[in-house]
T-cell receptor
Framework: ETGVTQTPRHLVMGMTNKKSLKCEQH?????MYWYKQSAKKPLELMFV???????ENNSVPSRFSPECPNSSHLFLHLHTLQPEDSALYLC???????????????FGPGTRLTVL | KNQVEQSPQSLIILEGKNCTLQ??????????LRWYKQDTGRGPVSLTI?????NTKSNGRYTATLDADTKQSSLHITASQLSDSASYIC???????????FGTGTRLQVTL
């Protein structure tokens, strides 16, 4: 295990539903990330939080709403999603968001999301 | 535009055989390059990191090489095992930026 947990592991939701993804890291890190992984496409960075402050929003639609109450927890609130939002959503954490050579990102197992 | 291209897209090899995965990048200025292994249903796990001054680095049966002049990296897997079946993702970091550029990965299947 990498020290980053995600729940739920699988989620099926309708386009009118509201759901939330949860990520927790037990590594004492200060930066947390949300990524979207679609088939045959590179990981897409969605959001970055550093010391609980959002430092990056990679032009993500407003139907995705992140929340970072503290350095150990990260949520992704979902509402009125589209079928093309179906993907694996990965959470990651690192010491901070500076991206230095030894500032490795540790990934959680992901939430497999299916939007009907 | 920063890009990372990996080849082949997928690969099937027999258990015990060796294989080499390729990564070409156009990320500039280069800072470091990581190879990640992603098992099905799991998040990526770092195998090795290469910085500008490093040409070769090994992690058990995994050996990564880096040619900063040609902007190419390879991941060589020796004596493959069934547990090596996974996607291998090349990730490059540019300069002082925090954003990483990910490749699409190579899907490796090791069979009996």
């Amino acid at each position: 295990e990498t020290g980053v947990t995600q729940t739920p592991r699988h989620l099926v939701m309708g386009m009118t539903n509201k759901k939330s993804l949860k990520c927790e890291q037990h590594l004492g890190h200060n930066a947390m990330y949300w990524y979207k992984q679609s088939a045959k496409k590179p990981l897409e960075l969605m959001f970055v939080y550093n010391f609980k402050e959002q430092t990056e929003n990679n032009s993500v639609p407003s139907r995705f709403s992140p929340e970072c109450p503290n350095s150990s927890h990260l949520f992704l609130h979902l509402h009125t999603l589209q079928p093309e939002d179906s993907a694996l959503y990965l959470c990651a954490s690192s010491q901070d968001s500076s991206g230095g050579a030894h500032n490795e990102q540790f990934f959680g197992p992901g939430t497999r999301l299916t939007v009907l | 535009k920063n890009q990372v291209e990996q080849s082949p897209q997928s690969l099937i090899i027999l258990e015990g055989k060796n294989c080499t995965l390729q990564c070409n990048y156009t990320v500039s200025p280069f800072s470091n390059l990581r190879w990640y292994k992603q098992d099905t249903g799991r998040g990526p796990v770092s195998l090795t990191i290469m910085t500008f001054s490093e040409n070769t680095k090994s992690n058990g049966r995994y050996t990564a090489t880096l040619d900063a002049d040609t902007k190419q990296s390879s991941l060589h897997i020796t004596a493959s095992q069934l547990s090596d079946s996974a996607s291998y993702i090349c990730v490059v970091k540019a300069g002082t930026a925090s954003k990483l550029t990910f490749g699409t990965g190579t899907r490796l299947q090791v069979t009996l």
